[in-house]
């Protein structure tokens, strides 16, 4: 019964930055953790970054460490990633996923917004 939508990803150049933007909806719940996940072209889907609601621990994929940066505002139900030195491996369709306080796994996912990077 959980919403999640996300947005702002769009078309840059190699070296330029984006921020995405995921925004959560629906009955009354408790967040354990948001985390963004990336599908490449033929490439399979991704753990990115994810934060956990309560103290804001977060963690990233080797690949893009000191890159991107995720956030989060508890009291809009949103999350963030912040993307610097955006290069062509990082293209693909990125997704928010949710994962409720009384579960160990994500179980809600948004449908998805398309990075392009180009050369």
């Known amino acids: 019964q959980v919403q999640l939508e996300e947005s702002g990803g769009g078309l840059v150049q190699a070296g330029d930055s984006l921020r995405l933007s995921c925004t959560i909806s629906g009955r009354a719940f408790s967040i354990g953790s948001v985390a963004w996940f990336r599908q490449g072209p033929g490439k399979g889907r991704e753990a990115v970054a994810s934060?956990?609601?309560?103290?804001?621990?977060?963690l990233y994929a080797d690949s893009v460490k000191g890159r991107f940066t995720i956030s989060r505002d508890n009291a809009k139900n949103a999350a963030y990633l912040q993307m610097n030195s955006l290069n062509p491996e990082d293209t693909g369709v990125y997704l928010c996923g949710l994962r409720p306080a009384d579960l160990s796994r994500y179980n809600s996912w948004g449908p998805g917004t398309q990075v392009t990077v180009s050369s």
């Open positions: 934060i956990t609601w309560s103290d804001g621990e977060t």
